[in-house]
Each structure stands twice: as C-alpha cells, then as structure tokens.
C-alpha cells in the first residue's frame, strides 16, 4: 500500500511539474500580441474635446503600455502649447488694437461723426 501511494505521488508531482514548465513543444499558454492602440488621435486636424474623450488606451498586464501614454501625452502637449502660442499672439494684436482705438478716442471701433453747426 504505502509503495502505491509512493508511486501515486510521484506521477501527481511529475505531471504538475510538466504542465507548469510547459513540456513538449507546446506551450501551456500562446502567446497573445500585444495591444496596439487601434483609435488613435487624428493627425490631419487639431484635437477637440471628443477626441480626447473617446481615446481608450490599451492596458498591458501592469498597467498602460508607456509607448502609447508617451505618444498621446506628447500630441496633447504639443498641441496645448500650439493653442497656448495662438491665444498669446491673438491676446497681443487685440491689446495693441485696443491701444490704438483708445489714442483715437474711437473706444468702440467707430469712425468719428462730424457735424456741422
């Protein structure tokens, strides 16, 4: 009896041990190709509000892949710098045209009415 609980043991064990190494040429699990993200940010016009809020990054088994995190984080950065530089030059040409119309003393664009008396 005990030689047959020995033997009972010692198959258990091996074919544990078989099926966790992966014997053979077939691997216990296959492997799976990466994630890719399959929506990605259009590149033929700037981001809007949906864009960013319809990106689903694809998640790696520890988390987000970093190329694909890296690659969105640089578009947003560049294109919020681009808007950034936008509103700057816009905020700059509207101080001066102001400027320019409070000299005048036309503050609200229009032309001076001259009356005769």
Same mark, same amino acid.
């Given at each position: 009896?005990?030689?047959?609980?020995?033997?009972?043991?010692?198959?258990?064990?091996?074919?544990?041990?078989?099926?966790?190494?992966?014997?053979?040429?077939?691997?216990?699990?296959?492997?799976?190709?990466? @994630?890719?993200?399959?929506?990605?940010?259009? =590149?033929?016009?700037?981001?809007?509000? &949906?864009?960013?809020? /319809?990106? #689903?990054?694809p998640v790696s088994?520890?988390?987000?892949?970093m190329d694909d995190?890296?690659?969105?984080?640089?578009?947003?950065?560049?294109?919020?710098? @681009?808007?950034?530089?936008?509103?700057?030059? =816009?905020?700059s040409a509207l101080?001066? &045209?102001?400027?320019? /119309?409070? #000299?005048?003393?036309?503050?609200?664009?229009?032309?001076?009415?001259?009356?005769?008396?």
């Amino acid at each position: 009896m005990f030689l047959f609980l020995l033997i009972a043991m010692v198959v258990v064990v091996a074919a544990v041990t078989l099926a966790v190494v992966g014997g053979g040429d077939s691997a216990a699990l296959p492997e799976v190709a990466p @994630e890719q993200l399959t929506d990605p940010l259009p =590149l033929n016009r700037p981001l809007g509000r &949906a864009d960013v809020e /319809a990106l #689903r990054l694809p998640v790696s088994p520890r988390g987000y892949r970093m190329d694909d995190v890296d690659e969105v984080l640089d578009r947003l950065g560049a294109e919020l710098a @681009e808007r950034d530089a936008r509103i700057a030059d =816009l905020e700059s040409a509207l101080a001066g &045209a102001q400027a320019t /119309a409070a #000299r005048r003393g036309d503050v609200f664009g229009k032309p001076e009415e001259e009356t005769d008396r």
